[in-house]
């Protein structure tokens, strides 16, 4: 399931709700992983951050994250898959992406999670605006973030 919205969602209850895995034959699933990404303060050596918002085009983005998850499920036996992203404007401490993976075995749950993560950082079409008492900036991508990618391909 991909979900890309406004609304502020609950971790718990989302990761709750995936870990049963109805319809999907509990007994196949060995692993569920996860993460959760959250909006971070402040960055060594910069002012605090006010406020980020996060800009998409509507219907581009979901069939981009629809295309990361089915390269992921070409990759690795998965039984399901969750991904949350949320856009507009977000403060410091709120969740604003969750990927969660479900397969037979451990590995597999791991590494999907983990790709899912390297690719939505570096394919998924999402614009950041970052406010601080300094002013408003466009974040620009990370190589960090691309490096971390690149090891998938």
């Not at 895995?21 to 996860?34: E, M, P, R, W």
């Not at 581009?60 to 856009?87: N, S």
Request: hydrophobic share 50%; charged share 25%; with cysteine.
């Amino acid at each position: 399931m991909i979900r890309v919205e406004e609304a502020a969602f609950d971790v718990g209850r989302e990761l709750a709700a995936f870990g049963t895995c109805d319809g999907l034959g509990n007994d196949k699933i060995g692993a569920v992983a996860s993460f959760v990404g959250y909006v971070r303060g402040a960055e060594p050596g910069a002012p605090p951050l006010v406020a980020m918002t996060l800009e998409h085009y509507p219907g581009m983005t979901e069939r981009q994250l629809a295309a990361i998850e089915a390269e992921a499920r070409g990759r690795w036996p998965l039984a399901d898959v969750l991904m949350i992203h949320r856009y507009g404007r977000l403060v410091p401490g709120e969740p604003i992406v969750l990927v969660a993976v479900a397969s037979a075995h451990r590995r597999a749950a791991f590494e999907a999670c983990e790709f899912l993560m390297d690719w939505l950082k570096t394919k998924a079409p999402f614009w950041k605006l970052e406010e601080t008492a300094a002013g408003a900036e466009w974040v620009e991508a990370k190589t960090s973030d691309d490096a971390a990618a690149e090891r998938w391909r």
